[in-house]
């Protein structure tokens, strides 16, 4: 009997695609690398596909297509774009798809593999936040698993194992509060690219970093749990925990809190989604209470961290407001990555994106691939106007 | 259809004792108080009686029961010594039954109370501490379920909802550290009584008090630990956390730990143990997270707790050890609390009896009678033989 599971991983070359390959290295006997795609590390993906030979990969550009091929030489099959993506979520010899892809570009390959029914290790959280509904449908239509990688939302289900939904009083997010935690709001205008991209606990890429250093990747993980968890914003609290050390709670209406914890390294929650409901031993650093020495906790600072409080905003308003919030967001960090706008302009992009917005409630993806196409429009000519770089 | 649980409270007046009626006492559709018993505390066992309306009770002392035959008129039933707690616990009008007498008195009610069919909710840790192979066989052969109300076992056993037995690496069972978590250890022969009394987290019986000062409680909670979740003592670690609001670890073998966190309130683990597996909603305090502000960890000092050390080691040496641990620890409590040895010498008492001594394996109840008894001889003489008070 052939126990192996056949692995799509989207977004290969990425922090998360490289700890799942570190993963899967580990358990040769049970995870078949099917499938790999990369953005454009075509150098990163040329050695991954020598190490784990997948049957095929994807990039997103025609030229790194062609530069593969010729380096392949016929042994893997290169496909393209996001039509290729949505090909190898979808094919006969997948059994489980990594969405490790970045931002809004998620949605449609992680739709397209539900849809085909197979189970989803979800590290792409932009994907709930957009489409919340439509994904959470599809995964009761097609009856898949819908397994979170982020350590927040792994660490929930991890809380969660075992008890009844109905007993569930709040989750409890932590949040590390990013590099600028203890830093007057009123410096903020000086905060540089460099100063966002030093994260205090994790290596991750620069689009989640960024999100990060605004707390608005919290502001996402709150609306992801919202949808993985089915639970109202009102039941959904963060707390600051700068030693990330507690990776999240759940509190039961019994008045018990469970948490999880652990050393900070992604490949824990990542073999969880992976070997769910199986915990095969792994070596990674264990905590080391001695050395722990102390655990703090905060309440989040919501007039300082302007973009949490926009999450929690958009969560409020329902339907495509969240849409709305992300593909705002994913333009702000663009910009302040390209040195266009200043850290503190993010917010600025992200609310008037949000101020009069009336949300579509039922969207269906059309409507939200639109949506989403309109605020990113409205999101470059607001940027344009703003006079801060 | 009758949902009520009928239970019976062995020790009510105690600590555990009063608050498991707190907790009866907020689910009146759930539970029927149907026996109670009470040491020597008749005005609290009468009040009791007023409040929960017992079909019976029982107290150690004739002379108490003739006192108390008096004050009930007739109206509830009157049962005295040992042989009374074993009758209540057995009933079959009981269905479960909560063991929170104080040391070694609880092995033999409790062991009926399974013996008899009935599921158990143990505050006692010392059955498990004499009795653990005993216990754990009747419990599996009559097919009860046996519950922890210790806040650390209760930690435990919400850890491992859900979890497999053979996923554990470790079970992290955290301690206050007690009064002298910071006292030099030359300074322990200074130790009063009133010094021992006052602990800086939980508010108890006089027995648990003093064990949680020398850490014998929690060695006591290893030993007991070993028994209800079937693992050596290797597998079993103690951290020092003064704040008390991780009640208890589990860590997996895949690098994930669990922890059940809360405000230090015994009715969360009681209500657990009795309303098991629901966790209906009760308003205890919860953790408020900015309030927090920290929490640490250290490992213990087996040096200066030589209790804890002695614990390990009667758990290493194997089958009557832990009798003997135990009923030498019991006898060195007493002496100290009426002043007659000091609290240096509680250890010295308890290695005393553990010295040469031949472990019996596979012991029946008898032995342990047997043994528990001539240990407290045997400890009483070298009590004397102290010079120290």
């Not at 209470?289 to 958009?314: G, H, I, N, R, Y």
Request: hydrophobic share 45%.
């Amino acid at each position: 009997m052939n126990l192996q599971k056949n692995i799509a991983i989207l977004g290969s070359t990425g922090s998360i695609g490289r700890s799942t390959l570190d993963v899967i290295a580990r358990f040769p006997d049970r995870f078949r690398v099917s499938y790999l795609t990369a953005h454009r590390n075509v150098d990163l993906l040329r050695e991954q596909i020598e190490r784990f030979k997948p049957r095929g990969v994807v990039v997103l550009e025609n030229c790194h297509a062609s530069v593969l091929k010729k380096l392949v030489n016929g042994a893997t099959e290169v496909l393209v774009g996001e039509e290729g993506l949505c090909e190898v979520a979808t094919r006969s010899d997948v059994d489980l798809v990594v969405s490790s892809l970045v931002g809004f570009a998620g949605l449609r390959p992680t739709l397209r593999a539900i849809e085909a029914g197979k189970d989803v290790a979800l590290a792409n959280k932009e994907t709930l936040v957009v489409g919340g509904e439509i994904i959470m449908n599809a995964v009761r239509k097609h009856d898949v698993r819908l397994l979170p990688v982020d350590s927040e939302h792994s660490a929930i289900l991890q809380c969660l194992r075992g008890e009844e939904h109905h007993h569930v009083e709040r989750l409890i997010l932590t949040a590390s509060g990013g590099p600028f935690r203890t830093l007057a709001k009123e410096q903020f205008h000086t905060i540089t690219v460099a100063d966002a991209l030093n994260h205090p606990t994790w290596r991750m890429g620069n689009k989640i970093t960024i999100d990060s250093a605004t707390l608005m990747n919290k502001g996402l993980e709150v609306i992801e749990a919202r949808w993985l968890f089915d639970l109202p914003a009102s039941q959904i609290h963060v707390v600051i925990h700068p030693q990330s050390i507690i990776h999240s709670m759940v509190e039961f209406r019994d008045g018990s809190t469970k948490a999880q914890l652990g050393f900070p390294d992604m490949k824990i929650p990542i073999q969880y989604a992976l070997m769910y409901p199986e915990r095969p031993h792994a070596p990674y650093r264990r905590l080391d209470f001695s050395a722990v020495q102390q655990m703090t906790f905060s309440e989040p600072d919501l007039e300082k961290f302007e973009c949490l409080a926009l999450a929690f905003k958009a969560l409020e308003m329902g339907g495509t407001a969240t849409t709305v919030l992300n593909a705002a967001n994913e333009v702000a960090v663009e910009k302040f990555l390209a040195g266009e706008i200043s850290f503190s302009s993010i917010p600025r992009l992200i609310e008037a994106a949000l101020a009069h917005y009336a949300p579509h409630h039922n969207a269906t993806f059309d409507d939200i691939v639109r949506i989403d196409a309109e605020t990113r429009q409205r999101s470059q000519q607001f940027a344009a106007t703003l006079q801060d770089k």
